[in-house]
């Protein structure tokens, strides 16, 4: 426990319900469901889910995972963290110098995950160079020695119905932080999904 004296780290931001409602540790997942083994996440699989590795091209390694789900897409990443303070704050403000030096707009709001942020970046369409503008909601959640941080594109960004779905799939997600030291923001590794019931 830490005295008065030490200054506050940056607080974690998560749902108030998060142990209950998600995104879980591997400590609060029930173990009985047939999640789809990714190494630092488990997804649970849903009709209409189409997952997508994203992969480094020097290095192969799988960097993100893509959810195709509700007219929509999500690109999920998790991160070691510190055991005390939160890392979607710093995070956040790392977004949004990014969004602004491509030239986009970037506004902080609060959803139902906690503070989030709808960015509108300008993206190149087609073969004639047209720019045109992508709308993307950058989410995260601070859990125990883990952060999930997550990109929403397609209809959840502006459609009550597939955000509340996308948000749904978010928050199903297991992370599995593993008891290894690492860095707090070094990507938690990820592999090739191991189908339930094999391992």
Request: a negative charge.
């Amino acid at each position: 426990m830490s005295d008065d004296l030490t200054p506050a780290p940056a607080d974690k931001s998560a749902p108030e319900d998060r142990a209950q409602t998600g995104p879980f540790d591997e400590s609060e997942a029930n173990p009985v469901r047939p999640y789809i083994d990714l190494g630092g996440i488990k997804i649970l699989p849903r009709d209409g889910l189409n997952l997508r590795l994203e992969v480094e091209e020097q290095t192969k390694r799988i960097v993100a995972v893509g959810l195709d789900y509700a007219d929509s897409t999500i690109q999920v990443q998790p991160f070691a963290a510190p055991r005390s303070s939160g890392l979607w704050e710093e995070t956040r403000e790392q977004i949004r110098e990014q969004v602004r030096q491509q030239g986009g707009r970037v506004e902080e709001r609060d959803g139902p995950l906690g503070p989030e942020l709808l960015a509108e970046v300008p993206v190149t369409t087609g073969t004639d160079g047209q720019v045109g503008r992508r709308l993307a909601r950058f989410v995260g959640v601070d859990g125990p020695r883990w952060f999930l941080r997550g990109v929403i594109g397609g209809a959840a960004t502006s459609d009550v119905d597939a955000a509340a779905k996308v948000e749904d799939l978010f928050r199903s997600i297991v992370v599995v932080r593993g008891g290894s030291p690492m860095p707090p923001r070094d990507l938690i590794p990820l592999r090739m999904p191991t189908t339930p019931g094999s391992a």
